[in-house]
């Protein structure tokens, strides 16, 4: 049974700062990877989908890498900004389309 | 496009009743996924259609749950009869093929 953990559960940091986020599966097999961002009280909103194929994608200031051997995907997210300040979520395709949400890392960044 | 939309945004109910949670997918997406999120257990997936087929519905908790999806352009998730632990919020999310999954605003839904 797949699992997907999300480390840290919460993260502070000050404005400007570079920082990774981090999500692990268990079952390498998996079809895509795709990392949200939710606001308090908000859906979700897609930032980056990587595919089992592929090893990164970047937009913007946010660069999502894959590494399906060792079951981790992280988030890089460079000067950071306030308004990057939310619950930021991994979620595993493991084909069938069926898909596995990790808890979370809510992330306050200091202005 | 409109994005996926979802109404009621809010539902407020007493137990027993019935509950109709309405979606309206992205235009051209063959895909639709039916979430809730609590607490206690984060984002579950209760189901999802392929071209308005019922694909998986493995992840629905109970027999009080249904869903459907008579066109491609609207699908309900229905609770009858609904209990207190029923409440959550509810997103309905659409994706074309293997592509990302794009999430509509959801449904508060809370059981008195």
């Known amino acids: 049974k797949q699992e997907v953990t999300q480390i840290p559960a919460a993260l502070s940091v000050p404005e400007g700062e570079n920082l990774v986020l981090n999500c692990s599966f268990t079952?390498?097999?998996?079809?895509?990877l795709q990392w949200f961002r939710q606001d308090p009280g908000k859906g979700l909103t897609s930032l980056l989908l990587i595919q089992s194929s592929q090893r990164e994608q970047t937009s913007g200031r946010l660069n999502a890498s894959l590494d399906k051997s060792s079951g981790r995907s992280t988030l890089y997210i460079a000067a950071s900004q306030p308004g990057d300040s939310a619950t930021y979520l991994c979620?595993?395709?493991?084909?069938?389309?069926?898909?596995?949400f990790g808890a979370g890392t809510r992330l306050f960044v200091k202005a | 496009d409109a994005g996926v939309i979802q109404s009621p945004r809010h539902e407020v109910t007493e137990m027993g009743q019935e509950v109709t949670l309405r979606c309206k997918p992205i235009s051209g997406h063959d895909y639709l996924f039916w979430y809730r999120q609590t607490m206690m257990r984060g984002l579950e997936l209760l189901i999802y259609?392929?071209?308005?087929?019922?694909?998986?519905d493995s992840g629905m908790p109970e027999d009080r749950f249904s869903a459907k999806m008579p066109n491609a352009s609207f699908s309900t998730l229905k609770i009858q009869p609904s209990e207190p632990r029923d409440s959550a919020v509810y997103f309905c999310a659409s994706s074309l093929l293997a592509h990302e999954q794009y999430f509509g605003p959801g449904t508060r839904l809370t059981v008195t």
């Open positions: 079952d390498s097999a998996i079809y895509n």
């Open positions: 979620a595993v395709n493991t084909g069938g389309f069926k898909t596995i």
């Open positions: 259609f392929n071209n308005n087929v019922p694909i998986d």
